[in-house]
């Protein structure tokens, strides 16, 4: 089983931007896709944005285009997410995930593996 911990979560002003990272270990294998998703209080999960470890396949939300970029770097097992610009809205706890799918999407059901998630709080 891969185990996935997210960090570089924070308080940042509104415009500000984050970098968060995905560190995964274990058996990594199988899976070949990872993505970001946040959940803010009261809210569903939402999809932020998703990547192959290969190839050149990105897909985002659409209030992450123009703002986030995910990004990976294989020899480390590590997905990042950049986010400029980021507003009060963007508040939320922000999950890493796993998937064995080459084109999962922004369903979370594709994803089976989550880490424990990291707080990003946007003030204004």
């Known amino acids: 089983q891969v185990q996935l911990v997210e960090s570089g979560g924070g308080l940042v002003q509104a415009g500000g931007s984050l970098r968060l990272s995905c560190a995964a270990s274990?058996?990594?294998?199988?899976?070949?896709?990872m993505g970001w998703f946040r959940q803010a209080p009261e809210k569903e999960r939402e999809f932020v944005a998703a990547?192959?470890?290969?190839?050149?396949?990105?897909y985002y939300a659409n209030s992450a285009k123009g703002r986030f970029t995910i990004s990976r770097e294989n020899a480390k097992n590590t997905v990042y997410l950049q986010m400029n610009s980021l507003k009060p809205e963007d508040t939320a706890v922000y999950y890493c995930?796993?998937?064995?799918?080459?084109?999962?999407?922004?369903?979370?059901?594709?994803?089976?593996?989550w880490g424990q998630g990291t707080q990003v709080t946007v003030s204004s």
């Open positions: 274990g058996r990594t294998l199988p899976y070949n896709s």
């Open positions: 995930a796993a998937s064995t799918s080459l084109n999962p999407g922004s369903d979370p059901a594709q994803y089976r593996v």
């Open positions: 990547l192959r470890w290969s190839g050149v396949y990105t």
